[in-house]
């Protein structure tokens, strides 16, 4: 088993806590972040226009050999899906490629039809749990899996090129054609997951599908496999995506749970890639838990490979305990579903996520899928013929505190004085705590982030070591 020691001194050090080759990253990429393009739409880089210069681009990097290229476009609920569709059809068939639609999916359906149906490009029209007013373009290579940093650079490169001398001549441009039935491919690929043994029938569930895109698709293979089905967020009418509902406002669901008295509450996003649990008391179990299940279950029946699973630098300090004594490793990555994929396929690991509710099952699929995740606890639960709360509490989360603080200029993590100030914590906390301070991917922001036995040893850190970046920030 591989020793993850090493991995929790680096997230001590200064080093770890500002890579500059990451900083330098985030600094010089124009469109893409962290995962995929994402903006205001209709504000740049959310425009028409980009979208179809994408296309092009990506239709041009893409188009390798004589055979007839094809992509496949999904989307989710918003408004602005439409527009941005239309424009990317346009970019992707003056490029030459094939256009296959297949309207409002969940992300990982389109990185599982971009394999099934070999494609040579798969996209996503999705901003995940922004509000409707937001939206993003996230693209999968042929195998299903994320673009890697260097094509997504080569495509940056293209967009601000003029691209008029890769357009298709015009007997070869592309053709485009709606394939909604396509849809049930996903429905059946994430029903096999269950294993044959286990029937959902006898449960009631509850599920929110944030009025996106499994609104049609998760009641249905819930339903299908057998389980008595209450939905809620399954209205979209374009506006009204995560907007009080799904896994970033949980409570709706946990009210729901109550008033039918549901064996469980499943609460997924805008693109469904991630997932909460709501146990049979109303109370929200996150990602850290459920990967906890997971990992204990497949272990158990010998399913887990590698002896450890990835997870994210935020992921609780109880999470690596709880794993430490069921000799279970914990391979920590950086924020982002894109780098625990990234560690999986290094390490040969097949199970890995975020506290957010993203958990990727390689075994299953190349991306965070919600609703596969809620499978795999609902067959934990019919199998031990327990209650979820029972099920799904598996730790005692460590007293976890994040602060952000506002940058505009300057680098304050290279100050001696912060530097001197981040030593002091890390002694404090010795070996009874962690602490992590990172820059934003997204955001002009520095999080500060302690966790530790001792609650009010935790806030008083974080506190003191926010005031002396924001005082260092001030003075800069």
């Known amino acids: 088993m591989k020793s993850n020691r090493g991995t929790r001194r680096q997230t001590r050090s200064v080093k770890s806590i500002l890579p500059q080759q990451d900083h330098g990253v985030l600094m010089k990429r124009k469109y893409f ?17 980009l979208a179809m210069r994408v296309g092009i681009a990506v239709g041009t990097i893409f188009r390798n050999g004589a055979h007839r290229h094809r992509v496949v476009i999904g989307k989710d609920t918003r408004l602005s899906g439409y527009m941005l569709e239309n424009a990317m059809v346009a970019g ?6 094939d256009v296959f639609l297949l309207g409002p999916i969940p992300t990982p359906g389109v990185a599982m039809l971009t394999r099934s149906l070999r494609a040579d490009i798969g996209v996503m029209i999705s901003a995940s749990h922004n509000p409707f007013r937001d939206n993003g373009i996230k693209l999968f290579g ?3 899996y994320k673009l890697s940093d260097d094509i ?3 495509i940056e490169e293209l967009i601000d090129q003029d691209m008029s001398g890769q357009l298709a001549k015009p007997e070869d441009i592309g053709r485009a054609k709606r394939v909604d039935g396509d849809i049930y491919r996903y429905i059946e690929q994430a029903k096999r997951t269950l294993p044959r043994d286990v029937t ?4 009631r569930i509850a599920i929110d599908c944030a009025n996106g895109a499994a609104y049609k698709v ?7 496999l057998g389980a008595e089905v209450v939905t809620i967020g399954t209205e979209p009418n374009g506006v009204n995506i995560n907007l009080e509902c799904g896994s970033t406002h949980p409570a709706a669901l946990s009210k729901k749970v109550h008033e039918v008295r549901a064996d469980i509450g499943i609460a997924l996003d805008g693109d469904a890639d991630r997932v909460l649990i709501i146990d049979e008391n109303g109370t929200v179990i996150d990602g850290d838990q459920l990967m906890a299940v997971i990992a204990d279950s497949w272990a158990t029946d010998g399913m887990l490979k590698g002896g450890a699973i990835a997870a994210t630098v935020m992921s609780n300090l109880g999470l690596e305990r709880y794993l430490k004594g069921r000799g279970i490793g914990l391979h920590r990555t950086k924020v982002g579903d894109r780098y625990v994929v990234e560690q999986m396929r290094q390490d040969g690991l097949n199970v890995g996520g975020e506290q957010s509710g993203h958990i990727v099952l390689s075994d299953f699929g190349t991306t ?4 596969v995740a809620a ?9 031990q013929g327990v209650s979820v709360s029972e099920v799904c509490h598996r730790f005692e989360p460590v007293p976890q505190i994040l602060k952000n603080v506002r940058v505009s200029a300057g680098k304050p993590l290279e100050h001696p004085t912060v530097q001197q100030a981040i030593a002091d914590a890390e002694a404090g906390l010795a070996k009874n705590g962690r602490l992590l301070i990172r820059p934003s991917g997204t955001e002009p922001l520095i999080r500060v982030m302690a966790e530790g036995d001792d609650r009010s040893q935790v806030e008083r850190i974080v506190d003191e070591l926010v005031n002396v970046i924001g005082s260092v920030r001030s003075a800069a």
């Open 33 to 49: 972040g962290t995962d995929g393009i994402r903006g205001q739409s209709n504000i740049f880089p959310m425009t028409p226009d």
């Open 92 to 97: 992707f068939t003056a490029a030459g490629l």
């Open 142 to 144: 042929p195998d299903g």
């Open 152 to 154: 997504e650079e080569k």
């Open 200 to 203: 959902l029938k006898g449960l």
């Open 218 to 224: 998760a009641p249905s293979a819930l339903w299908e």
């Open 368 to 371: 965070g899928d919600g609703l």
């Open 375 to 383: 499978l795999q606890i609902l067959a934990v639960v019919k199998r």
